[in-house]
């Protein structure tokens, strides 16, 4: 189950990843002026550090899997608004589905992986998340990110991410889908 479950956050890491690599040079394409696009980053952050604090208490409300695949859908539904809004302001904006997305799916794995690693190897299991959703996301989503974009222009780049998110979060759905009917009970650590 881990290792499917770890596919599977790959997936939806790499179609993020691909997105985030091209969405500055994306950003000035549409017209924004530099500072916005810094802006567009601290947005992100400014939703996301918030989250991570307190999603101890919104995995006790709503469940530890529904958080994880809630936050895999708002990366779809950014990557959709990235590749429809053309508004430099807008597009900014997006950047605060993206932290919230970012924070409850990194926690949300983190918290995950923990609870269903082997006896004894909670940290080692988390290590092999990290090296998944840090390393190799960050290869291949950027990767086919550029080639897709050199054939279908930034925005369809985005389209194709956002599917391949999609997809993502239809495998995260049904590989939760015997906790998503009930409230999780398990306790994530307070950051």
Do not use: K
């Not at 994880?68 to 997006?94: E, H, Q």
């Not at 909670?122 to 054939?151: D, F, H, K, N």
């Amino acid at each position: 189950m881990l290792v499917r479950f770890l596919a599977v956050a790959l997936v939806v890491w790499s179609a993020n990843s691909a997105i985030n690599g091209f969405f500055s040079i994306h950003l000035v394409e549409i017209g924004a002026p530099q500072t916005l696009v810094g802006w567009a980053w601290a947005i992100g952050a400014a939703v996301e550090v918030p989250l991570m604090f307190s999603f101890s208490a919104l995995a006790r409300r709503f469940g530890l899997e529904r958080l994880i695949v809630f936050g895999a859908a708002l990366f779809v539904a950014r990557a959709a608004a990235v590749a429809l809004v053309t508004d430099p302001v807008l597009a900014t904006l997006t950047m605060a589905i993206h932290g919230a997305a970012f924070a409850l799916v990194l926690i949300g794995c983190v918290a995950y992986v923990s609870r269903h690693a082997p006896t004894g190897a909670a940290a080692a299991a988390q290590g092999v998340l990290t090296a998944t959703i840090m390393g190799l996301a960050m290869i291949i989503g950027p990767e086919i990110g550029g080639e897709l974009s050199a054939r279908l222009g930034l925005p369809g780049m985005f389209v194709a991410a956002g599917i391949a998110g999609a997809g993502g979060v239809i495998g995260l759905a049904w590989l939760l889908a015997p906790a998503l009917g009930r409230a999780s009970a398990v306790v994530v650590p307070e950051a």
